[in-house]
């Protein structure tokens, strides 16, 4: 399937998934609120962040009612300051009640995985180096915090097991060696990259001789780094990983090397604050 297909089946499902699980067979707290009464709710940031999300959440509300209205006032990838409206709703004040905190759960989670990016994105600038995720996501979130780590300006490492070859220390031993992995791997499939892990010296070489077009550095010093820049000479795209953040992330990027990787640009993040309010209503 077709990456942009995908990503729209996933907003679907997990638009009906967040529904089930919150709302279930229905929400007894908004009954509280007269069936006919109307309002205008927003949505503000109490932080500094970058918006992602807006797909999930107009699945959502059209899934929960269509007489819902969502007016955006600022699109995925946007920096958002704190105070700052992103988002005006206006229809039946039940259903504003009831996908509230379904809307805001993935908005915070997503937004906070572009925001991470997007910081990290920053502290490279002017090196020319691409900041990478990895497959370390939330469970059941993979393709939406691939889509948040683009809209943080980086770059999705694979999307799963099925569309790269990532030959790691396991498959090695596994297969008896490098060349064997990697001759392997050209044979199952010759348009996929094939990448492979490295820890010494002498395994980046093996890699380089066995033509992999993508090594990844598997924590290598400051100074390892710019020695396999040196005997690499371009012949393949270098992945550093491993104890980077975003105190290291500069001098590892300095090295040379052409793309750093982290999983804490999804495995980790801390919420973005949001809240939303009712700001009008009606009978």
Not at 77 to 91: A, C, I, S, T
């Amino acid at each position: 399937m077709h990456y942009q297909d995908a990503l729209a089946e996933d907003i679907r499902d997990s638009a009906a998934r967040l529904l089930a699980e919150d709302v279930g067979p229905g929400d007894i707290t908004a009954q509280l609120v007269p069936e006919k009464q109307m309002a205008r709710a927003r949505v503000i940031t109490r932080e500094t962040a970058v918006l992602c999300g807006v797909a999930w959440v107009d699945e959502l509300f059209r899934r929960l009612d269509t007489r819902v209205a969502l007016h955006w006032q600022a699109a995925d990838g946007d920096r958002l300051e704190p105070g700052q409206p992103l988002l005006d709703l206006e229809g039946p004040a039940r259903s504003l009640l009831t996908g509230e905190r379904a809307a805001l759960n993935l908005l915070q989670t997503l937004s906070a995985t572009a925001t991470r990016t997007r910081h990290y994105v920053d502290l490279l600038e002017g090196t020319g180096v691409r900041m990478l995720d990895t497959r370390k996501t939330l469970p059941g979130l993979r393709l939406a915090q691939k889509y948040a780590v683009t809209c943080g300006g980086g770059h999705n490492h694979r999307i799963g097991l099925y569309d790269a070859f990532l030959i790691k220390e396991n498959h090695i031993a596994a297969c008896g060696g490098i060349a064997v992995a990697v001759d392997e791997a050209r044979r199952i499939a010759r348009d996929l990259p094939v990448e492979v892990e490295v820890e010494t010296f002498d395994e980046l070489d093996l890699a380089l001789t066995a033509g992999a077009d993508i090594i990844m550095l598997d924590n290598f010093s400051l100074d390892d780094m710019r020695e396999a820049v040196r005997r690499n000479a371009g012949r393949a795209t270098l992945e550093a990983s491993g104890n980077v953040d975003e105190q290291t992330l500069r001098a590892i990027a300095e090295t040379g090397v052409d793309c750093i990787s982290s999983g804490a640009l999804t495995k980790d993040v801390g919420a973005i604050d949001l809240s939303m309010r009712i700001v009008e209503q009606e009978i």
